[in-house]
């Protein structure tokens, strides 16, 4: 009975961020077995870029979070609001500790 609630509760927030046309980065946060592998559409802030060895990336920020975009394109400028269609990743990655971190790879900018 829980794991049909938390279906439930996936469904409403996917569902509720879809209404805008746009993904919230809380919902993939919360619920990454649901994204990962599938194109999602974010609008944000842009953060920080992320410093080499890492391909061209920065964070995006928008109400309820932040995640990292991994692009392709010219970095936009810090503080500006963008756009974008991409693919949500997992990945494992080592640092003090092993970790999985999400990411998004931009697929289209779409301002």
Do not use: H
């Amino acid at each position: 009975m829980r794991a049909v609630g938390g279906l439930i509760m996936a469904s409403v927030m996917l569902l509720a961020s879809c209404a805008s046309g746009y993904t919230r980065v809380r919902d993939i946060m919360a619920a990454p077995d649901g994204f990962v592998g599938k194109e999602v559409r974010l609008q944000g802030t842009v953060g920080k870029a992320i410093d080499p060895p890492r391909p061209q990336a920065y964070m995006l920020r928008d109400a309820s979070g932040e995640i990292m975009v991994v692009t392709r394109e010219e970095l936009p400028a810090q503080d500006s609001e963008v756009a974008l269609r991409g693919i949500v990743r997992s990945v494992v990655s080592r640092g003090a500790r092993w970790s999985l971190e999400l990411r998004v790879e931009e697929t289209q900018r779409l301002r």
